[in-house]
């Protein structure tokens, strides 16, 4: 994922949900990047190209002893 989507995708978590969330590229991987709420890893982001329309694709696991 380029910087630039990062940063985006940054401003969004930020403004959507909370100024903690931070968007981080993923080591060795460029079709997605990590999601943090201060240092609590949350999910990743992945690119969906598919139809040639670009979305993100948000993915959170919810452990049950987190509930």
């Known amino acids: 994922m380029k910087a630039e989507e990062i940063k985006k995708l940054d401003a969004y978590f930020k403004r959507t949900f909370n100024e903690k969330m931070v968007v981080k590229a993923r080591p060795r991987k ?8 201060g240092e609590e ?6 690119i969906d190209d598919e139809d040639g329309d670009r979305s993100y694709n948000f993915s ?8």
Do not use: Q, R, W
């Not at 460029?30 to 709420?37: F, L």
């Not at 890893?41 to 992945?46: A, E, H, N, R, S």
């Open 30 to 37: 460029d079709d997605s990047a990590e999601v943090y709420a």
């Open 41 to 46: 890893f949350l999910g990743v982001v992945y």
């Open 60 to 67: 959170m696991a919810i452990l049950d002893v987190d509930l």
